[in-house]
């Protein structure tokens, strides 16, 4: 009744409440309490049949669909997950985004590593203070899941906490789930990086020297567009109506004027469809 009455306080079309672990995001928690009100586990046989039933759900029903979300958010309940889940947490979250989608996630990370004795403490657990990421290695586990462009949009400059002589803040780290690299597609076009740095790289391998016109693929200029990056660059359109070949590009390789169309800023592919 609770979460009816949330719902349609923020708007009952829009809303649905979903009972699932974090970590686990293809269970449904809810569909397996009514299956074992009629199925109790009380010996090995039954025990089997209900690990047999979770994995057939989620198989032939998961609590939320593959590439299903454009957008994932999180505010401070990643850090209350235990450490040897953390792997499988980012991953479900990656297996949920579509190709072309966004993450915005909210938490507390430390300067360095938390220690045993302050993690193993039930009232700085709670206290989102034991299970904070360190601050380089929350972003370094979304690119290990599979995300590019993992940046911190939002930094606290002031410590949230200082426990034991470690700085804890909050953090929102921003990422984009990319175009499986099987569907990218060279369209000719190129993009230049307008500075102020002399160069950058991207986590999917391109490399932008300052005003050099660099080959990109479709799959890169649409994680661009996705990431909100776009304004840093001017991306130079192909051929119109070219229908592009396979992305052979290697990274690091100039696109010479000419080979391409008219200067515009690209609206990027969609991220839509492929295999």
Not at 31 to 56: C, I, K, M, Y
Not at 98 to 115: E, F, T
């Amino acid at each position: 009744a609770h979460q009816q009455d949330m719902a349609e306080k923020i708007g009952g079309d829009r809303v649905r409440f979903l009972k699932g672990y974090i970590q686990d995001l293809s269970l449904d928690l809810e569909a397996l309490e009514l299956w074992l009100t009629d199925h109790p586990v009380g010996d090995l046989e039954s025990l089997r049949a209900l690990e047999a039933q979770r994995t057939r759900m989620r198989k032939d029903a998961p609590l939320v669909a593959d590439a299903s979300q454009d957008l994932v958010i999180s505010n401070c309940v990643l850090n209350l997950v235990e450490n040897a889940h953390r792997q499988q947490l980012i991953a479900e979250i990656y297996r949920v985004v579509r190709p072309g989608g966004r993450v915005a996630i909210s938490d507390i990370v430390a300067d360095r590593a938390v220690p045993p004795a302050l993690q193993d403490d039930p009232e700085l657990w709670s206290g989102c203070i034991s299970g904070a990421f360190e601050e380089h290695a929350f972003l370094d586990a979304f690119k290990q899941a599979g995300f590019v462009h993992v940046a911190y949009d939002k930094w606290q400059s002031e410590p949230w906490r200082v426990v034991g002589g470690i700085e804890f803040r909050s953090v929102t780290l921003t990422a984009v789930k990319p175009v499986p690299a099987c569907c990218a597609r060279d369209l000719g076009q190129a993009a230049i990086y307008l500075g102020p740095y002399q160069e950058v790289r991207d986590d999917l391998g391109n490399v932008y020297p300052r005003g050099r016109r660099m080959a990109v693929s479709d799959r890169s200029v649409a994680a661009l567009q996705a990431a909100g990056l776009l304004k840093d660059f001017v991306v130079i359109a192909g051929e119109a109506g070219a229908s592009g070949q396979p992305d052979r590009i290697v990274p690091g390789t100039e696109r010479p004027a000419g080979q391409a169309g008219q200067s515009r800023m690209e609206s990027g592919a969609d991220g839509s469809g492929c295999c």
